[in-house]
């Protein structure tokens, strides 16, 4: 049995009573917390809620659910530090990848942050408070690059798994003290609500979809030989194909897994930015694309910040999303939808000060999402499935060939490369300060 609240909110006009929603199974069937201690006594949370954090899963009307999310509390043994992602799998295969990165990526990076410290003297506390942040930051960058890098080449030499044309996006957050560190791969989002000079909330995307649409992204691809086009039948979806075969027709441009492009322009290096958090910013949220493809950043922020019970915010917004799609895409399967809010403060000024029943007066109507206009059928074609056909016909030698490339790109198993080389090798992304 579920969490019970019958709080009651409005969408399009109309209140909801989310007593029922809220005693809906999720993916595995529990409500309860789930936790147990990973690497140097961190908390490793796979659903439920903290202090801090709010998370939520649900599977859409696609099939299983492919989606995945993590938050690590007390990350490295240190308090105040949290990591969290979700996971967007695709492909048949999709939720076994989703869970491998899920389960492999945040022990990674935790592993390479520690091997950048042991070979610099600049990883301490004291260095931190005395100038060598961005020293600091940069080493944390080019940690995060190489442990995506890593993770990839192990995901590609497990057997047990078929990654060869299957994969999933990640979208992971890494909070020291006020300091975060973003890292994107493929088109799930992260979105931060701050406050602006009128004290208002307002949202700063913090990731871009990467996806073929995006001239840089297409250029690389084209330049390895992939193809970039959009179906007759979704002309605004541009998708990646193989050079001689019609397939997979994957919908983003970079990714873990999907091995049978990653020689043709598929990158797993994520874009990884960096934001000195401060006394007006609130919270972030981490989520698929079930969620971006039919709520907008500001009414992704107005629904979490409205919430009294911050434990409910993550399945709150999951809630606001399938209703969306229901009245958006009638005619379409609804699809997975993952959530993680981190707040970054013990309790919301938001919370104390406005309840839920003011933010959805008509006046303050940002959490009412509009019918927009429904292509014909009320189906979602501006946004196809992630993939098209997996149906590809593998050749074992090249197969083979990939494994033996990343082995041979794969530091631990060929010696020592330069860490400094991975960072330029990073395909333009700068952090921002």
Same mark, same amino acid.
């Given at each position: 049995?579920?969490?019970?609240?019958?709080?009651?909110?409005?969408?399009?006009?109309?209140?909801?009573?989310?007593?029922?929603?809220? &005693?809906?199974?999720?993916?595995?069937?529990?409500?309860?917390?789930?936790?147990?201690?990973?690497?140097?006594?961190?908390?490793?949370?796979? !659903?439920?809620?903290?202090?801090?954090?709010?998370?939520?899963?649900? !599977?859409?009307?696609?099939?299983?659910?492919?989606?995945? =999310?993590?938050?690590? /509390?007390?990350?490295?043994?240190?308090?105040?530090?949290?990591?969290?992602?979700?996971?967007?799998?695709?492909?048949?295969?999709?939720?076994?990848?989703?869970?491998?990165?899920?389960?492999? @990526?945040?022990?990674?990076? %935790?592993?390479?942050?520690?091997?950048?410290?042991? +070979?610099?003297?600049?990883?301490? /506390?004291?260095?931190? &408070?005395?100038?060598?942040?961005?020293?600091?930051?940069?080493?944390?960058?080019?940690?995060?690059?190489?442990?995506?890098?890593?993770? $990839?080449?192990?995901?590609?030499?497990?057997?047990? @798994?078929?990654?060869?044309?299957?994969?999933?996006?990640?979208?992971?957050? =890494?909070?020291?003290?006020?300091?975060?560190?973003?890292?994107? =791969?493929?088109?799930?989002?992260?979105?931060?609500?701050?406050?602006?000079?009128?004290?208002?909330?307002?949202?700063?995307?913090?990731? +871009?979809? =990467?996806?073929?649409?995006?001239?840089?992204?297409?250029?690389?691809?084209?330049?390895?030989?992939?193809?970039?086009?959009?179906?007759?039948? &979704?002309?605004?979806?541009?998708?990646?194909?193989?050079?001689?075969?019609?397939?997979?027709?994957?919908?983003?441009?970079?990714?873990?897994?999907?091995?049978?492009?990653? $020689?043709?322009?598929?990158?797993?290096?994520?874009?990884?930015?960096?934001?000195?958090?401060?006394?007006?910013?609130?919270?972030?949220?981490?989520?698929?694309? *079930?969620?971006? #493809?039919?709520?907008?950043?500001?009414?992704?922020?107005?629904?979490?910040?409205?919430?009294?019970?911050?434990?409910?915010?993550?399945?709150?917004?999951?809630?606001?999303?399938? !209703?969306?799609?229901?009245?958006?895409?009638? *005619?379409?399967?609804?699809?997975?939808?993952?959530?993680?809010?981190?707040?970054?403060?013990?309790? %919301?000024?938001?919370?104390?000060?406005?309840? @839920?029943?003011?933010?959805? !007066?008509?006046?303050?109507?940002?959490?009412?999402?509009?019918?927009?206009? %429904?292509?014909?059928?009320?189906?979602?074609?501006?946004?196809?499935?992630?993939?098209?056909?997996?149906?590809?016909?593998? $050749?074992?030698?090249?197969?083979?060939?990939?494994?033996?490339?990343?082995?041979?790109?794969?530091?631990?198993?060929?010696?020592?490369?330069?860490?400094?080389?991975?960072?330029? #090798?990073?395909?333009?992304?700068?952090?921002?300060?």
């Amino acid at each position: 049995m579920g969490a019970c609240c019958s709080t009651q909110v409005k969408f399009k006009g109309r209140s909801h009573d989310h007593r029922d929603d809220y &005693e809906e199974k999720d993916y595995d069937g529990h409500e309860e917390d789930h936790t147990h201690v990973g690497p140097d006594g961190a908390i490793v949370r796979l !659903q439920g809620s903290s202090t801090y954090t709010s998370m939520y899963t649900r !599977q859409g009307k696609k099939g299983t659910n492919q989606d995945a =999310l993590t938050v690590w /509390e007390n990350f490295m043994g240190e308090k105040n530090t949290f990591f969290c992602g979700v996971f967007d799998g695709h492909g048949p295969s999709g939720h076994r990848i989703a869970h491998y990165i899920c389960d492999s @990526l945040p022990s990674k990076v %935790s592993s390479e942050i520690k091997l950048s410290r042991e +070979n610099s003297s600049k990883g301490n /506390e004291c260095d931190m &408070e005395h100038g060598r942040r961005d020293d600091i930051i940069s080493s944390w960058e080019t940690s995060l690059i190489e442990a995506f890098r890593e993770v $990839d080449v192990d995901l590609s030499f497990d057997e047990s @798994l078929d990654s060869y044309s299957s994969g999933t996006t990640a979208v992971t957050v =890494l909070k020291k003290g006020e300091d975060l560190l973003i890292s994107n =791969l493929g088109d799930s989002r992260a979105v931060l609500c701050t406050r602006d000079d009128r004290n208002l909330l307002v949202p700063i995307q913090l990731t +871009n979809d =990467l996806k073929p649409s995006i001239p840089s992204e297409a250029e690389r691809i084209k330049k390895c030989g992939g193809r970039v086009f959009a179906l007759e039948e &979704e002309p605004s979806v541009p998708r990646v194909w193989m050079p001689n075969q019609n397939c997979p027709g994957l919908a983003m441009a970079r990714a873990f897994g999907d091995f049978c492009l990653k $020689d043709h322009g598929l990158s797993s290096i994520p874009q990884v930015s960096y934001r000195r958090i401060t006394n007006k910013d609130e919270f972030v949220v981490l989520a698929t694309d *079930g969620v971006w #493809d039919v709520l907008t950043n500001n009414e992704v922020i107005q629904i979490v910040a409205s919430v009294k019970k911050r434990s409910m915010a993550a399945k709150l917004l999951v809630y606001y999303a399938v !209703q969306a799609w229901k009245t958006k895409y009638p *005619g379409s399967k609804i699809d997975d939808c993952a959530v993680v809010c981190l707040f970054f403060k013990k309790r %919301s000024l938001l919370s104390r000060s406005r309840s @839920l029943t003011e933010l959805n !007066q008509p006046k303050e109507s940002n959490m009412d999402i509009a019918a927009s206009e %429904s292509p014909e059928g009320g189906k979602k074609t501006d946004e196809g499935e992630t993939v098209i056909n997996c149906n590809i016909t593998v $050749d074992q030698k090249t197969l083979d060939e990939i494994k033996r490339v990343n082995a041979y790109a794969n530091p631990s198993r060929v010696g020592s490369l330069s860490r400094r080389k991975a960072a330029k #090798d990073f395909e333009g992304t700068e952090a921002k300060r």
